[in-house]
């Protein structure tokens, strides 16, 4: 399966503890982006990397989140002292620049519970 | 504003119906728009561009009014398997800059 791929599926957590996702694009992708999506809602932009520069962080991305694409392929999306709130779907997609249209292709998601 | 708007439903129509999305932007500089769908706890995927002459593609047409600053996806002789949430989104800035926003989506049941 040559899309994109993210890891774990599930992530069940008490509150306060640190959990890690991790995201591999298309490998021919530049581009790579992490959204939060909560039921009935879209995607919620969080961050976007080119290679393995970080262009963009959301306002919603506090101080608990870090991101990383340490060489321009996989990314790390981390969530430190974690809160019922970020109850979520993370999704990852990633999309080959310079696209005109800029599609973005989609891996199945983390669904992260805080309890 | 919000930056996209879409009405979020739920629409419920019977098979073979035709149905129609209207999703409105507020930056008129945006530059480029997709329709996404996204299934019941799995991820969005690219349903169709939308082109500014407008575009078609089976029983899906996608529609760009820049002036009224709003894309509408029309789906004729709808199926079952039309059931889905569809996500409006809009591509803004350029360059480096450039980022999709998403709209809430719009939930659409197809009932026999």
């Known amino acids: 399966d040559t899309g994109v791929s993210q890891d774990p599926r599930h992530k069940i957590t008490k509150r306060g503890q640190n959990v890690t996702f991790r995201c591999d694009p298309i490998s021919e992708h530049n581009r790579l982006y992490w959204y939060r999506q909560t039921l009935g809602q879209g995607p919620e932009f969080l961050t976007y990397?080119?290679?393995?520069?970080?262009?963009?962080k959301s306002r919603l991305l506090s101080d608990r989140f870090s991101a990383e694409r340490p060489k321009g392929s996989f990314s790390t999306l981390e969530i430190q002292r974690t809160e019922q709130g970020d109850s979520a779907m993370y999704l990852c997609a990633s999309s080959s620049a310079p696209l005109s249209y800029n599609e973005q292709f989609f891996g199945p998601g983390t669904r992260l519970t805080v309890l | 504003r919000k930056e996209v708007e879409q009405d979020p439903g739920p629409f419920n129509v019977p098979e073979g119906a035709t149905v129609a999305f209207n999703c409105t932007y507020s930056n008129s500089a945006s530059q480029s728009f997709f329709w996404y769908r996204q299934d019941c706890r799995k991820e969005p995927k690219l349903l169709m561009s939308?082109?500014?002459?407008?575009n078609e593609d089976g029983r899906f047409t996608a529609q760009l009014n820049r002036a009224s600053q709003y894309i509408s996806l029309l789906i004729r002789d709808s199926k079952l398997s039309d059931s889905a949430t569809y996500l409006c989104v809009v591509n803004e800035g350029a360059g480096n800059n450039r980022k999709l926003i998403w709209g809430l989506g719009t939930s659409l049941a197809v009932n026999p």
């Open positions: 939308v082109y500014s002459s407008g």
């Open positions: 990397f080119q290679n393995e520069a970080q262009l963009e």
